[in-house]
């Protein structure tokens, strides 16, 4: 697997679990350049932390994004579940295409949060997701995009 996702500081998923705890922000290193992901392990939380935080079709491929954010108002029914499932795994393979292998378990937390179990090569993370989540996590996404645009653009704070 390929590396070099830019890291964000958002401490999201220091237990492997997503519960939105802190901002989404790229993270520097010392000489103030934007942080790279060293490992295998913090390039998959990276991978799904940014596909999670991305609306389906809100980047330049309509592919690309998270289809959760589509069932935000819907009910979970069983059909869901399959649904959510499989629209998960075939995201992921584009998210991950050099993965020849990608797994992927939902489950209902409760009333109104799914949980999550994405397998990647030897990696397992495990994220749970509800409403307020994806909401806050796109509204942060959007933030940085943003500022990474002002920034690239030549403008200053």
């Not at 390039?43 to 935000?72: F, N």
């Not at 489950?107 to 307020?132: C, Q």
């Amino acid at each position: 697997m390929t590396y070099g996702c830019l890291v964000t500081n958002g401490k999201i998923f220091d237990t492997g679990e997503c519960r939105c705890h802190g901002a989404l922000d790229i993270a520097l290193n010392s000489s103030g350049a934007m942080q790279i992901t060293a490992g295998p392990s913090e390039c998959v939380r990276q991978r799904i932390l940014m596909w999670l935080a991305t609306k389906k079709g809100e980047r330049y491929d309509p592919r690309l994004g998270c289809c959760l954010h589509s069932y935000l108002h819907k009910p979970i029914t069983k059909q869901a579940f399959v649904e959510i499932e499989s629209a998960v795994r075939e995201e992921l393979k584009l998210l991950f295409p050099d993965v020849p292998s990608v797994g992927v378990k939902v489950w209902r937390v409760d009333r109104n949060t799914l949980g999550m179990r994405i397998d990647v090569n030897k990696e397992s993370v495990t994220v749970s997701v509800d409403r307020t989540t994806l909401e806050v996590l796109s509204k942060m996404y959007e933030n940085m995009r943003q500022a990474l645009q002002f920034q690239t653009a030549g403008g200053s704070r």
